[in-house]
């Protein structure tokens, strides 16, 4: 092999080379992600959606990064409220990137540092209350550890958007404890509610009554006059006929004592 056929053999390896580094160095970033490139190490650029070019061999990406809302749940955590029960708490967290450069240069995981932050977070809340405020307070503690975590995670670059605690779940005894107290207290308003039904019962009964009675009374009185006025207008008129006819003083003294 001359020297002429070995720098062909260079040069052809030379031009694959460049063609394989042009090749490299164009790439394309999708909707709802921004990718982090590198120039000798340090931070150089952030590149949006979009075809894009590198410098070959100075420029290196670091990270691609998704931009869409993310949802997180956590495992189980375990809290003890103020009253010293145990209770399991699932959480789920949504959080978006809204610094990609703070997201990969402020923190090192992310994802951790958000769990273990929620997870001390909430251990703080629920110690201030007892097993009956954590049950029906969940509005208020989403809102605390929201503003906890949006607070802490805006330096990271990170938006918490929502915290949802999935389950709050007491141990098994107290379950029960709970289901029997809710019996006990269903079965009382039933009780409750029966008697207030025959009492009602028994006022619109005695009402009915009275009002039977009262009625009975006036058509009793109201018959009574009837038949009184009836009477007393039989009697003139007989009187009046009897003057009419001008009866001798034996028929009126007979119809005096009649």
Partial sequence: MDS?????ILLGLLLIFVIASV???????????????????????TYQPGLHFLVP????????????????????QT????????????????YQ???????????????????????TTMRNIIGT????????????INGQLRGVLDEATGRWGIRVSRVELKAIDPPATVQNAMEQQMKAERDRRAAILTAEGVKQSAILTAEGEKQSAILR??????????????????ILQV?????RGNADPKLLSYEYIR
């Fill in 97 to 119: 990137i809204t610094n990609p450069e703070a997201a990969t240069y402020e923190i090192a995981n992310p994802m951790s540092a958000i769990e273990q932050l929620s997870v």
């Fill in 57 to 76: 061999f100075f420029d290196t990406i670091r990270q691609r990064i998704d931009m869409r809302e993310q949802v997180v749940p956590f495992p189980p």
């Fill in 239 to 243: 009187f009046d006929a009897i003057h």
């Fill in 79 to 94: 809290v003890i409220t103020s009253d010293n029960i145990n209770v399991s708490i699932d959480t789920v967290i949504y």
């Fill in 217 to 234: 009374a006036e058509g009793q009185a109201q018959s009574t006059i009837l038949k009184a006025q009836g009477e007393s207008r039989a």
């Fill in 129 to 140: 209350m007892d097993m009956e405020q954590a049950l029906t307070g969940r509005d208020q």
């Fill in 4 to 8: 002429s056929e070995i720098v062909l």
């Fill in 23 to 45: 090749f490299r160095a164009v790439f394309k970033v999708h909707q709802g992600y921004t990718v982090i490139v590198e120039r000798l190490g340090r931070y150089h650029k």
